[in-house]
């Protein structure tokens, strides 16, 4: 039994801002196994820190996960949920091989800050129709994701 979505935001609108959280999911779900990857094979002398940092990092990861998919649902929308649908939209290159700890740094900035952005291209959407729930949600990746940029880059430098 299916029963019409009536929380005040027309049809169109839903399925639009679903799609926007559906790069987003796929963006984040990439960044955690690329995050996760990192954590398992990072070596050398910054090894403790950055296994650490990499292992909050994907944590938050995936409990963010979990909260973006069930919002996709609350609008009515399938979430993707298969490697097959993540390649398709996400904007995050998939690591071939071990790079260097620097490098895992470079690329997981590049991935934080991909993310922010992509958070943040679906947000006017959100507020365009009034879905305060998925702006909450919105502003609070994108607070996070420019936090580990931040934090990433200062390791960079």
């Known amino acids: 039994m299916s029963t019409e979505i009536n929380i005040g935001i027309a049809e169109v609108d839903r399925q639009e801002i679903a799609r926007g959280l559906s790069r987003l999911l796929a963006d984040s779900y990439t960044l955690y196994l690329k995050t996760h990857n990192y954590h398992w094979n990072v070596q050398g002398p910054l090894f403790n820190t950055l296994h650490q940092m990499f292992e909050e990092q994907y944590t938050e990861l995936a409990a963010a996960i979990d909260e ?32 260097s700890a ?6 997981l900035l590049k991935g934080q800050e991909t993310v922010a952005r992509t958070a943040r291209s679906v947000i006017g959407a959100a507020d365009a129709a009034n879905d305060e729930p998925t702006a909450d949600l919105l502003t609070q990746r994108m607070q996070v994701h420019e936090k580990n940029a931040w934090m990433l880059r200062s390791m960079a430098a």
Request: aromatic residues 6%; charged residues 30%; without cysteine.
């Open 68 to 99: 973006i998919a069930e919002r996709i649902r609350a609008l009515g929308e399938p979430a993707p949920g298969s490697y097959q649908a993540y390649a398709k939209l996400t904007s995050i290159e998939e690591e071939d091989g071990v790079p």
């Open 102 to 107: 620097e490098e895992m740094i470079l690329q």
